[in-house]
Every structure is written in structure tokens, then in C-alpha cells.
């Protein structure tokens, strides 16, 4: 964990750990051989009690928090209920949530809702439904901490960074990044977080939410259900996921690249306390391209 | 259809289509009130006769070849079944696909998957099994065709130049784009092309297929199971998504931009009849981004 020295997170990427990579040799255009470090891509499954919600194809860090994240997101995991354990069997790629109270979640599982990122099994209308009289907190953002933690978070080591194909979303406070999950699939690191902020009951009122993914429809529902009232992304968005996030009052920050960023929602609770011009623009190396 | 004229497409994108954006107010860095066309992201409900299957997240054209694509590249419509209609309506964002006989997709839709793409309720296990004893045709590959490839497809008016976070997929023969689909999900873009195929009873033996999108596991299975042997992108690759394409003998050509490109799998097939010192570096405003 080489890279958790000397950085603000608690929870870092960790681009040295073997098993989240793989060796692999290909011919380059010239058709000499290239060796590369690719990241892997794993099966998880994830249960619910006795029940099989989902398999998720993950880089296979952090299950307990993948499988709690992913559960709660789906509201098939709520404040009432008591988590007794969470058993993960590596051999098996299996992780199984288990309740006091074993809830019946069928109805949620008959619709599946297929979305523009990454989570197979989405209950949309009830990730909708979860919305209804949403209050977020009116916590202001200053476009300094913004910058701030832009050129942290894309100077951090990383996966991306080592291996590329790869996404990254970080919980943040302040200028300060707090725990940055990568995956490689987008709603992944989302759910990672969110198990997290779960596990350790951590409060989303001051919390910030960056990442390197589209802001869809999807991405902002969840930040908004995860109660965290900002969410930041160097990457585009769609126009639903834009409505969404000013029908509920959530600060949406896109393209946010050098000093450039264009907020789409929830404009008055950004604090525009720096000059942009004073903000270099971002040096190619260090400037993060896309998983894609 | 403006895009259409002077192209060598059959399908092409089509940004000017007015219900594929709209025109959305943002603030900038500076808060000066910035007007934009983003993408827009749609639900649509696929039915298989009377059974309600998934909702997409899209963009919402070609929501036929959609529907037939995703049944097909999931394993519920195969090449026994005689689809007799495809009825879609916009109103209540529902397409149904009506075969002759209607085969139970239950057991298949017992086990979803959550890949690290953007297909809800894929049925991994099953695509997995289509793949055993799978032979791709040894189809050469020229890497010319290749560079004639991106550099057209790169030019090409889409929706990704006019509003961004958004994925292309262009099935090619030859030196040729066919049909470039774009969608707000990456494997929308793909499902649509295999829909395509499927309607129009088009041959895959001669065929590539490029995308801006990631190498995942799930992109090589479906290129695998729609039978194009080659498989180009612009961006990264998992090591499970190499694994694969050396497993089935798929070509994998990831990091094409430029002159650059790196070969996972399946070299035998390429022909480096081009010299890359020969290709001009993408420029800037050429080089697409990704939809992230």
C-alpha cells in the first residue's frame, strides 16, 4: 500500500497490488512485441442472504464494500436493516450480505433496468421512486477546493494511470480527497463508496462526489440517493441526467478540465472564489484521459 | 439526413436529428451562462412477445434494431426463431418483438449479470457457453484498412462531435464503414448493428467491427457471438476481454489512434501492408475523446 504514503486519502488506489493487473504481451503497430500491464476484470457475485441479486464483472477490491454499495444503491438494503455479516469467498467469487431481517426483494428483481453506465439489475423507477421529497443540504461548494482537487486526484497514482481502461470516483471533503475506488465498470466505484459510507457511517452532508464517468441519468440519481449534494465530473452528461439533477436540487459539475467546467444544476452552491485564469491547464501527461 | 450525403455509410449518425439532443443552459468557470446541445438518454422497454425483458437506457434510435440486437446478442432470439413483428411505441417507450413461437427465457433471466459494460440483465453464463467450439473465418485484416478506417470514421459528423458522452460502434468490410451506430450506452451501440444484421440478414465472415469504447469481456463475447472475427478500438482493454479473444481466436486491436495501435490477439490475421511512420498523428481536434 506503498501508495497510501503521503497522500490525503484513507482509502487510496493501489496500482501495486498484483492481483488487480495482469501481464500481457501484444504486437504493437510495427509488430514488435509490447509487455503491458492490463487490469483484470473479475465476476462477483453478490448475495443477498440466500438470495442471487447479480454478478458483477469488478477488478475484484474491496467486495464487502462493492456488494453493500450495490445493495443499498438498489434499495434493497435500507437504514432498518441490521447487517450481520458480509462473507466473501475469494475461491468462489462470492459475496454473500447477510440481515437480521431477511426482506423479500423479488418485486424489485422482476424489473431490470438496463442503463447507460454499468449496473445490470438497476431498479430505476425505484431508484426514482427514492427521489420523491429528497431534501439535499445546501453545503457550498468553493470552485478553489474544486481545482484543488482536480489536480490531486489526477496527479494521484492509480490504476488508470498504470494500466488504463479504468475508471475512478472519489469521495471528497473540502480540498480534501477522501477515498478514491477505481473499477472497471463506472457504478462499480460509485458502489464502492457507497458501501463504505455504509459500513462506516459516514454522513454525506459535506461530502463531494468526483468522478472520471459520464454524468448519466444514473450517476446522478445515485450521488442524489447517496444524499451527497455535489457531484463533479471531468466527463460529459446527458440531458436526463441534467434534469434529474436540478429536479432535486443537486450541484452538477461537468467537463471539468484545467480551469474549464460548466455547472448544470444547482449553480447557487458554488462559491466562485478563485480566478480560473490563475489555474494552469492541465499538462498532457497529467491530464487523465477516459476508461471509455 | 444530411450526414448520409457524401458517405460511404449506409447507416450514419445523424446529429441533426432534433430528438437526439436538446438544448440544455449551463454556467462556466466564469458564471457566464454557456448554451449547450447534450445528449439525450431515453428508457425503452424491450419485450420478447409478451414478456417485458429490460429497459434500455438510450438514445432512442433504431429502437427495433435495439431490441433485436440485445435478444440476439443474449441469447433469446436465435437464428431458429422467425421474428413476425417488431411493433415499437414512442409514446409509452416500449418495443415489442414477436416471434412464432414463443420459447421461455425464464431460467435465462434467473441469473443476470452485471458486466463491467452497460448491459443490464446479461445473461453471462449463457454468451460464455455460445462461445464453445466457436470457429471465427481467418478473414485477413489489412492494417491500411484499418488506418483508412479511423481516419474516416473519426471525420465523420456524429453525435459524439456535436455533443459528446456518448459511444460509437461502426461495423466496416474492408476499408469501408457499413453502419456507425451511436448510443449513450456503449453496448447499445453494438446491440443496434447486431440488430441491423439480424433484420437484414447481413453476412459477418467479411466484416469488422470498431469501437470507441473499452475491450471488455463483454465487448469480445458479442463480437465473438455475432461472428466478426476482428475487433478494433480506440481505448484500453481488461485482461479477462484479451483472455477471451485469444481463447476464440478473435483479432483485438486496442490504443488505435494515430499510427499506434497494440494487437491483443489474433496477429495472424493482420497484414502490415502500411508503413505507420506514414500515418499522420491524429490532430487535436480530429482525435475523438472518450465518452467515459
Known sequence: MATLTDTPYTIAPQP????????????????????LRVVEERPLTIYLNSREIVTAMTI??????????FLRNQGMLSDSDVVTAVDYDAELEVVVVRTEVDSDHEAKLQKKTRTSGCAVGTVFGDMMAGLTGLK????????SDLYALAATINRTPSLYLE???????????GERPLVYMEDVGRH???DKIAGWMFAEGITADDKLLYTTGRLTSEMVIKTALMGIPTLVSRSGFTAWGVEIAQQVGLTLVGRMKGQRFICLAGDHRLIRDMDPASVPDEARRQGRKAAE
Chains 1, 2 share one sequence.
Open 60 to 69: 475484484g477490491d474491496y467486495p464487502a464494500y462493492l456488494a453493500l454499495g
Open 16 to 35: 501495486d497490488l498484483p492481483r488487480l493487473t495482469r501481464a500481457v504481451t501484444g504486437t504493437d503497430q510495427t509488430g514488435r512485441a509490447v509487455d
Open 163 to 173: 494500466a488504463g481502461a479504468i475508471h475512478g470516483t472519489v469521495l471528497c471533503q
Open 136 to 143: 439535499l443540504p445546501q453545503t457550498p461548494v468553493r470552485t
Open 188 to 190: 462499480n466505484a460509485v
